[in-house]
């Protein structure tokens, strides 16, 4: 069955009305929590699967049709982050898809190969022992390959390297001020890695802390 906000879209979309943004969280459990827990979530983490929420949202694709979608965020930050895809929704911001990691085998290679738009993770930075925003529920990635994590010559991922020049304009990119950026800073207090200082930005990353 679907979900009562997925519902009321697609009879509007019946009626030929125009797409409105429709999302809502809600905790993790059932068939979800199943999937999570061994994969994405596992003991150890720094944050329990219970302080975490399912957000369940629509989001333009990059076929041009609404696309159901989910992430899973902090509970502090659910609200901030619907209100931020709604943000985007509404200015019609294309991304590719949204799936929870976890079916990708909570691998985010396999997932930026995908091009696929995901949140929480509980991984290490890549290359350290130090947690990652992702493992606290407190980051998002976006359009992974239209937006790599740049450092020198690497870029990742592999399929990213046209878009390591940010000059480029392209459906489903982020640049410095625009819509995407200005959402997930007015709507969430969410800072961008493609503001990083240095040689290395990460284009796909948003975050509460800013890394």
């Known amino acids: 069955m679907?979900?009562?906000?997925?519902?009321?879209?697609?009879?509007?979309?019946?009626?030929?009305?125009?797409?409105?943004?429709?999302?809502?969280?809600?905790?993790?459990?059932?068939?979800v929590e199943e999937r999570i827990v061994g994969s994405s979530w596992h003991r150890g983490c720094p944050v329990h699967h219970s302080k975490l929420r399912l957000l369940e949202l629509t989001h333009w694709g990059f076929d041009g049709e609404v696309h159901r979608g989910r992430l899973i965020v902090h509970r502090k930050h659910d609200g901030a982050i619907l209100r931020a895809m709604k943000r985007l929704f509404k200015r019609g911001y294309e991304i590719r898809r949204v799936e929870l990691i976890d079916r990708f085998g909570?691998?985010?290679?396999?997932?930026?190969?995908?091009?696929?738009?995901?949140?929480?993770?509980?991984?290490?930075?890549?290359?350290?022992?130090?947690?990652?925003?992702?493992?606290?529920?407190?980051?998002?990635?976006?359009?992974?390959?239209?937006?790599?994590?740049?450092?020198?010559?690497?870029?990742?991922?592999?399929?990213?390297?046209?878009?390591?020049?940010?000059?480029?304009?392209?459906?489903?990119?982020?640049?410095?001020?625009?819509?995407?950026?200005r959402a997930f800073a007015r709507k969430a207090g969410w800072e961008w890695g493609g503001a990083w200082p240095g040689a290395t930005r990460d284009y796909q990353h948003f975050s509460s802390n800013g890394r």
């Open 106 to 181: 909570a691998d985010d290679r396999r997932a930026m190969k995908a091009d696929n738009t995901s949140a929480f993770n509980c991984r290490f930075v890549a290359g350290t022992n130090r947690w990652s925003m992702h493992a606290y529920g407190r980051a998002i990635d976006i359009n992974p390959i239209e937006n790599p994590y740049v450092s020198g010559s690497h870029v990742s991922p592999p399929a990213g390297e046209p878009f390591a020049d940010r000059s480029r304009d392209a459906e489903g990119m982020i640049h410095a001020g625009d819509e995407v950026v």
């Open 2 to 31: 679907l979900p009562v906000a997925i519902a009321t879209l697609a009879a509007t979309l019946a009626a030929g009305g125009q797409p409105s943004f429709q999302g809502h969280a809600e905790p993790i459990r059932g068939q």
